[in-house]
């Protein structure tokens, strides 16, 4: 008899192997996953902002194949996207809106398996084989044939995704909101040909995959993202175009984050009187994460899932970074917050941004936290602030950034000895520091301000002032020194409010607010003489004598400087004494007492080479060549320029670097050397340009315009001076401007633009004027009236050159008054008899 034959009947599907094999079997799997059943979401109509994203994302699924060697294709190897980002940034929606072009371009024949796992909740997370029972099912497999473990389930999956992509059936596979790799790797195919997207809150570096981790939108999109999707609801709604300003406002609320967003439309939607800029300030009124809710749905919520999975040590460090109050902290601050070591903090810092609860901040070793995680997490530590000792950590903190800040001061200090024992080996790695960390330490003062640190506030804003000054951030160092002048007088605190009114002058006189300036050194000597403390009184008193020399006070100036000088030798303070000589010998050039003040800078910059102080050698140096200038010693003028331009450029100092070439290419003039001053001219000039220093600027290009009308370049002189009056009168130089305006006029006589002559003058006769300067009324005058005779407008020209005979003669200028009577004698007789090659 026979034995009975095993009979398979495998038909309209794919063999899979040993797991279907059996007596009498008939397995039909589909051709194809059906977008039925992959479960694959709708894309919102409102998707918006992330094409890039989106892009980068199709690119990583497009099923281009490459040949190799044999000539055969194969596919690329990276088959798996990670999509990362912050709860509620829209890592679903790009998946979505990927799968769906994917399908649409006919990429994945094999349709789209798409799971949420939950990784975030805890009620409802799926592990990988409860996924994988479900994409095994919508694959045809019947569940007795279905194997028990997640290893062998995901075997079969494999094996099953790789025949029909063997058969030209791509599958995509969607994972979403997963938490760690573990739950997502059984998932993700491996043959090579099929294609994975995996979405987290973490990046998941380790699946081998290509990671794309998202931000939040700019403010256009997120704008864009609200009307669209209030658009959806009331598709005639026109409340957000109709109020650009609330509803960027609104957006910036939302922290341009897709989540807050949508619900900011919902609210906006469920309630059409509701306006942008209304929902705005009722978010504010609470927190927007507070606000930033609709029923169970919020960015609370959302965030909350997030700071679930986290250790006890990532939530305490994660509570306490809002203890700094500025925009991103470095490792090191944070370790001084937790009272933690740097690479055991560092660690947990990396933990919490591969979560996307903090961010790498602009610069390695920094952490920053979106506004609104900022929100939340600033909640959480009012809540565990006891159990955090939150107080302590902000009293470290602010120790720690007055001690930083200290040391790095050291190096710009040029009397501190041995800077570089105090923490910063170097002049620029303390640079580096102070540039990175300002906007903390601004935070830091006004944080210490307001929470019992007074001494703190005004020490720190103090121990800031060099380093402003060199950075020449004056509106900066003016506030600074404001909240410091302002807590020191509030607290009683005398001594701290005569050093921050001395800082706060200086900051006036660097932002040209000359008159405030000499008031606040003012007070400041008033205060320190009533203390009895005699250097800084001194110190008071020349900051004093440099403004007053600014609004042309010389006298008074000199009188400061000669005060100031007696203290700092009755004190000993060599340093001082170097700094009230230099100050002094510009106040005496002031009086046109030059060979005074040639020898005050002399022994200003004897001084500060002895004391080592090379920067303000440098100063001095400039000083003396402009001094020696002014009594026609040119060929030493130009020697000290070169000399303080050489400095100042060894130190890095390039705002001072521009200064002395500007002096230069002038002393350069001087002695004929025209081609070399206007490049020391066009040098100066880049430079005030790179410092972003307009006044600046606009006095080397008034410098330029000089030197390239001695060098016969009339053109480009006419170029120069309209940029310097443009720059003058952008910056509200009034006085500067009307000069440059006459320079300007000068020149286009030179080159035959009458027209344009007199209207140059007849404007800087007008700021005359205006600032009632009679002496530079009878300049601008004379100006004008030459241009008017050179034009043959003699009647206007003798009337205005009368005008300036007039103007001199009430100042007492007897040259000026002399010039003006020979002009209008000249264009008398040219008027008589016009020579019509008279110039």
């Known amino acids: ?117 939950f990784g975030y909740d805890d009620d409802r997370r799926r592990d990988p084989g409860q996924v994988l029972e479900g994409m095994l099912g919508a694959l045809g497999v019947p569940g007795e044939h279905i194997p028990t473990h997640a290893q062998d389930r995901s075997r079969v999956f494999r094996s099953i995704l790789a025949e029909f992509a063997a058969r030209g059936r791509r599958v995509l596979v969607v994972a979403d909101n997963v938490n760690t790799p573990h739950q997502a790797e059984l998932l993700l195919p491996t043959d090579g040909m099929n294609a994975a997207i995996v979405t987290s809150r973490h990046t998941l570096a380790m699946l081998d995959a290509r990671l794309l981790d998202l931000n939040v939108l700019d403010v256009d ?48 939607a469920e309630d059409p009187g509701h306006t942008p800029i209304a929902l705005t300030s009722e978010l504010h009124q609470v927190q927007p994460i507070e606000g930033l809710a609709y029923g169970r749905d919020g960015v609370r919520r959302a965030f909350e899932l997030s700071y679930r999975t986290l250790t006890p040590d990532q939530r305490h460090l994660f509570r306490l970074l809002t203890v700094n109050p500025g925009p991103d902290t470095s490792t090191t601050a944070a370790a001084v917050l937790t ?120 020490t720190l804003a103090l121990a800031l002032a060099r380093f402003l000054d060199w950075r020449r951030l004056f509106n900066d160092w003016i506030t600074l020194s404001t909240l410091a002048r302002d807590t020191a007088a509030r607290t009683g605190d005398r001594h701290g409010e005569g050093g921050a009114l001395s800082t706060l002058g200086l900051a006036l006189v660097g932002a040209r607010r000359f008159e405030e300036a000499v008031a606040a050194h003012q007070d400041a000597a008033a205060i320190y003489r009533e203390l009895g403390d005699r250097r800084s009184e001194g110190g008071a008193l020349n900051n004093l004598g440099s403004a007053l020399a600014q609004v042309r006070r010389f006298d008074e100036a000199i009188t400061a400087h000669q005060q100031n000088l007696a203290i700092f030798r009755e004190t000993g303070d060599r340093h001082g004494e170097g700094g009230g000589l230099n100050n002094l010998g510009s106040a005496l050039a002031g009086v046109g007492r030059f060979e005074e003040a040639i020898i005050a800078h002399q022994d200003a910059a004897d001084i500060f080479r002895e004391l080592g102080d090379r920067r303000s050698e440098g100063g001095a140096l400039g000083n003396l060549g402009s001094a020696l200038v002014e009594v026609g010693r040119f060929e030493e003028a130009v020697a000290a320029h070169q000399d303080a331009a050489g400095i100042l450029h060894e130190l890095g100092d390039r705002h001072g670097e521009g200064t002395a070439l500007n002096n230069l290419g002038s002393a350069l003039v001087e002695v004929g050397r025209f081609e070399e001053a206007v490049t020391a001219h066009q040098d100066a000039a880049g430079i005030y340009r790179e410092l972003g220093d307009r006044h600046s600027e606009g006095g080397a290009l008034n410098d330029l315009g000089l030197a390239l009308v001695e060098a016969g370049r009339f053109d480009e002189a006419v170029t120069a001076h309209q940029q310097a009056a443009a720059f003058y009168h952008e910056t509200g130089d ?16 030179e080159t035959g633009r009458f027209d344009e002559a007199i209207a140059a003058h007849q404007q800087d006769l007008a700021i005359c004027r205006e600032l009632g300067d009679r002496h530079g009324e009878g300049t601008a005058l004379t100006n004008l009236g030459n241009a008017l005779r050179q034009a043959r407008r003699f009647e206007e020209a003798i009337a205005v050159g009368l005008a300036a005979v007039e103007s001199f003669a009430e100042v007492g200028d007897e040259p000026g008054e002399a010039i003006a009577r020979q002009a209008v004698e000249e264009t008398r007789r040219a008027g008589i008899s016009p020579d019509p090659d008279h110039s």
Request: include cysteine.
């Open 1 to 117: 008899m026979p034995v009975p034959q095993t009979r398979n009947e495998i038909s309209g599907g794919i063999v899979v192997g040993p797991a279907i094999l059996g007596r009498d079997i008939t397995v039909m799997l589909p051709p194809q996953v059906s977008l039925a059943t992959s479960g694959l979401p709708a894309g919102s109509p409102a998707f918006t902002g992330r094409q890039r994203d989106l892009d980068r994302l199709l690119d990583s699924l497009t099923p281009t194949a490459s040949a190799d060697q044999a000539g055969t294709e194969r596919a690329r190897a990276v088959v798996v996207t990670a999509v990362g980002g912050l709860a509620g940034v829209g890592k679903t929606e790009l998946a979505v809106q990927a799968a769906r072009a994917a399908l649409r371009r006919g990429w994945f024949p094999g349709g789209v398996l798409f799971a949420d796992l």
């Open 221 to 268: 999109d997120a704008v864009a993202m609200l009307d669209e999707t209030l658009r959806i609801a009331h598709p005639h709604d026109t409340r957000v175009p109709g109020d650009p300003v609330g509803a960027a406002a609104l957006a910036e609320a939302c922290g341009y984050l897709p989540l807050g967003l949508r619900i900011a439309a919902a609210l906006l």
């Open 339 to 458: 009272g933690q070591d740097e690479p055991t903090t560092r660690k947990r810092s990396k933990d919490l941004a591969r979560a996307h609860l903090i961010e790498r901040g602009t610069a390695p070793d920094r952490w920053r936290m979106h506004d609104l995680v900022r929100q939340y997490a600033t909640t959480l530590g009012l809540q565990h602030a006891d159990t955090d000792q939150r107080d302590q950590a902000l009293h470290r903190l602010l120790d720690h950034y007055l001690a930083a800040t200290r040391a790095a001061d050291a190096h710009l200090d040029p009397t501190a000895a041995d800077p570089a024992a105090r923490g910063f080996a170097t002049r620029e790695e303390a640079l580096a520091w102070l540039d990175t960390e300002l906007p903390n330490l601004t935070a830091a003062a006004r944080t210490a301000a307001d929470t019992g640190h007074p001494k703190t506030t005004v």
């Open 734 to 749: 009034r006085q500067a401007e009307g000069t440059v305006l006459g320079n300007l006029g000068l020149v286009l006589v």
